[in-house]
């Protein structure tokens, strides 16, 4: 069984640990990117307009004869309405909000996607490939002690990420934050934030919670709520990813 190095919190190595069985199974990013497809489409919320929109009005039309296009206008007035061909007129192909939008993926396929999406964060080159950056000395998959568990200052977790060597991604997110292009500046998500170290725990009830999730770009999970849209963000498989000891004892259970 392979093994690979456990570090303190002072970055220095401390040990080995097991490798679980999870990270040696098959890369597969077609079934990383199904899987995260038919979730975002499960989220997205029904939509269209009224029943009637945009056919409110009381019409007629002037007929032939006038030198004018022969179109629906208000009763009252002469600004044509109703008509998808018209300025003022209603939409021709609304979305309709009775469109089924959910997507159907097997049990077997999202268990190997999540799966497949851990073992990606044990390989150096996929989290490389993806625009990490990090130490060459660094060792994969990354394994911290479970005393980093109980850290809740910022300052001092972001210590421990670049005594380890992967504190240059948190670095990368930070310089990265740029203010979204379209409209999204409006609703409440004006900034951009590049995605970077994905902290995992073995339980939500840790003091680190508080303070990692204050660095830009750094999610943490416990292993209960790991799936395969956190660990490839975008379908894009091998995210930076540090788990402590505990955490990949109960990886060890996923496979028996």
């Not at 002469?78 to 609304?94: D, F, I, Q, W, Y």
Request: positive net charge; aromatic residues 6%; proline residues 5%.
């Amino acid at each position: 069984m392979a093994q690979t190095n456990v570090y303190s919190v002072k970055g220095e190595v401390s040990g080995t640990i097991d490798v679980p069985e999870v990270f040696s199974s098959e890369y597969r990013p077609d079934i990383i990117k199904k899987a995260i497809l038919a979730a975002a489409a499960n989220k997205r919320q029904p939509y269209g307009p009224a029943a009637r929109a945009g056919m409110r009005h009381s019409v007629s039309t002037w007929g032939k004869g006038r030198g004018v296009a022969r179109v629906q206008r208000l009763h009252d007035g002469k600004r044509a309405t109703e008509s998808p061909n018209n300025v003022t007129g209603r939409r021709a192909h609304p979305p309709r909000p009775e469109r089924i939008w959910d997507q159907k993926v097997n049990r077997k396929e999202l268990k190997l996607a999540r799966f497949s999406a851990v073992a990606a964060t044990g390989c150096a080159d996929c989290v490389r490939g993806r625009g990490h950056q990090f130490d060459d000395s660094v060792s994969f998959p990354i394994v911290i002690e479970d005393g980093f568990q109980n850290m809740a200052a910022t300052s001092e977790i972001g210590r421990v990420l670049d005594s380890i060597g992967i504190g240059y991604d948190v670095e990368r997110a930070k310089e990265g934050r740029k203010i979204r292009a379209g409209r999204g500046k409006m609703r409440n998500r004006k900034y951009r934030t590049p995605v970077s170290v994905l902290i995992v725990v073995s339980d939500r009830d840790v003091p680190v919670f508080k303070g990692a999730s204050n660095l830009p770009g750094v999610e943490i999970e416990s292993v209960g709520t790991l799936s395969a849209g956190i660990l490839a963000p975008g379908g894009d498989a091998g995210r930076l990813t540090v788990y402590t000891e505990s955490a990949m004892a109960k990886l060890g259970e996923w496979i028996q």
